[in-house]
């Protein structure tokens, strides 16, 4: 099946700093690209849908001057988390549908984020 | 609004058959999708139905009835390895989709 990766896999930073995340597929090419955010026993939030060579579309209620995100290829999406605070911590996972098979989405491993 | 409702939590016996239902209330229906994931890992596609019916796929069977805005995810000769968080996600026509809140699968021996 589809490969998604993504890096790093946790991290712990200060509160203040920024922190970016790559979400890749590694063999198939992703025109779109989804990022979530999780809660511990929480489902999964949709933050924003990542659109290759176009600006992302934010969820409602999701700031995207704090949640920038960037599609610069056809395999690789960032969400970079600017001047992270603790309320930020949570695990980030990207997904991507690949498009032989629309109707499944390919998750990344995803990214735990700990801000102190 | 939109919503899919699921039981938060299934108790089930190893070896045993567990279904976890679904309902759903969506502006746009594009197909019912089952995830699993596990404790600190990333959901990993299990099923999809676009149509009415059945789907079989080894041991998990998944079902759809559009009319009844309902699906389930039956999972049969229950493993150890099963325990996980199961959701199911309604697709809409962006290929975006929309979560359920997740149930957690406990299996006893």
């Known amino acids: 099946g589809a490969v998604v990766s993504q890096h790093p896999s946790w991290v712990i930073c200060k509160s203040g700093t920024s922190v970016k995340i790559e979400c890749r597929s590694l063999?198939?090419?992703?025109?779109?690209m989804f990022w979530y955010r999780q809660f511990p026993k929480q489902s999964l939030m949709l933050m924003a849908t990542?659109?290759?060579?176009?600006?992302?579309?934010?969820e409602q209620g999701v700031e995207k001057d704090k949640f920038l995100i960037n599609h610069a290829s056809l395999t690789l999406s960032t969400l970079t988390v600017t001047s992270a605070h603790p309320e930020d911590s949570s695990f980030y996972i990207c997904?991507?549908?690949?498009?032989?098979?629309?109707?499944?989405?390919?998750f990344g491993p995803g990214t735990r984020l700990t801000v102190l | 609004g939109q919503s899919l409702e699921q039981p938060s939590e299934v108790t089930a016996v190893e070896g045993a058959i567990v279904q976890i239902n679904c309902t759903y209330q969506?502006?746009?229906?594009?197909?019912l999708s089952w995830y699993q994931q596990h404790d600190g890992g990333a959901p990993t596609f299990l099923s999809y139905?676009?149509l009415d019916g059945l789907e079989e796929t080894g041991r998990f069977s998944s079902f759809l009835s559009r009319s009844d805005s309902y699906g389930y995810l039956l999972l049969q000769e229950l493993q150890m390895k099963d325990s996980a968080s199961y959701f199911c996600?309604?697709?809409?026509?962006?290929?975006?989709?929309?979560w359920g809140a997740g149930t957690k699968l406990i299996i006893k021996p």
């Open positions: 997904s991507a549908p690949t498009s032989g098979r629309l109707n499944e989405q390919f």
């Open positions: 063999d198939f090419q992703a025109t779109t």
């Open positions: 990542s659109n290759e060579g176009s600006k992302a579309t934010y």
């Open positions: 969506t502006s746009g229906f594009y197909g």
């Open positions: 139905n676009g």
């Open positions: 996600a309604v697709r809409d026509s962006n290929y975006q989709l929309i």
